[in-house]
């Protein structure tokens, strides 16, 4: 099975302690893929043309923004939302008030139309918050698999809903067919239950 690819974006000099947390949270799931521009190797090419085939491919888009704008991190935002099916989770850290940059303030205005965001104070404040939204973001994927599996069952029959689904996973770049789909959502189901808490 390919992991699960997880970009993060953000505007790096203003969130290099939150990216590293970030990373290590993402790697710490066996199916799990982190995506981040400072794990670039050298090549040719335009870094912008690299940043948006990396969210292009991603299946989890992981947004942080605070008092600096940064054009590159808009762009990879844009791109996330290029896939509606795409799982995006963002993140807003305070700031005192008149320190953000107007761009960024007009960003975030359409961010809050468009999205639910968690706010937090601390790098140390966001690990919690983080963990619970990628596991929940993993549990969305997985009840997405396991609906194809089910409308595959001729005893059931699909729903309107449910023909719709083969094309979220492609959507997505997951597996489609039933079988592999349906073995995916158990790798995920798995891994994500043994990493709850006992009692």
């Known amino acids: 099975m390919n992991k699960i690819q997880v970009f993060v974006s953000s505007k790096y000099s203003e969130f290099e302690m939150e990216r590293a947390l970030v990373k290590h949270e993402i790697d710490s799931f066996p199916f799990l893929e982190s995506i981040l521009a400072e794990d670039w190797s050298p090549r040719t090419g335009r870094s912008e043309d690299f940043y948006i085939a990396d969210v292009n491919r991603s299946h989890i888009y992981i947004g942080l923004f605070g008092s600096v704008y940064s054009k590159p991190t808009h762009v990879e935002y844009e791109a996330a939302c290029g896939n509606p099916h795409r799982e995006r989770l963002i993140y807003l850290r305070d700031c005192p008030p008149g320190k953000r940059d107007p761009e960024l303030r007009g960003l975030i205005a359409d961010i809050l139309d468009q999205h639910v965001v968690r706010k937090y104070a601390k790098p140390v404040d966001l690990l919690p918050v983080l963990q619970s939204d990628l ?26 809903r449910d023909l719709r689904i083969p094309q979220s996973l492609r959507a997505l770049e997951l597996p489609a067919d039933p079988q592999a789909a349906s073995a995916l959502a158990m790798t995920i189901e798995r891994a994500l239950i043994s990493r709850r808490p006992i009692g």
Do not use: E
Request: glycine residues 8%.
């Open 135 to 160: 596991q929940a973001a993993l549990w969305r994927i997985v009840d997405l698999c396991k609906r194809l599996g089910d409308s595959a069952d001729s005893r059931i029959g699909p729903t309107t």
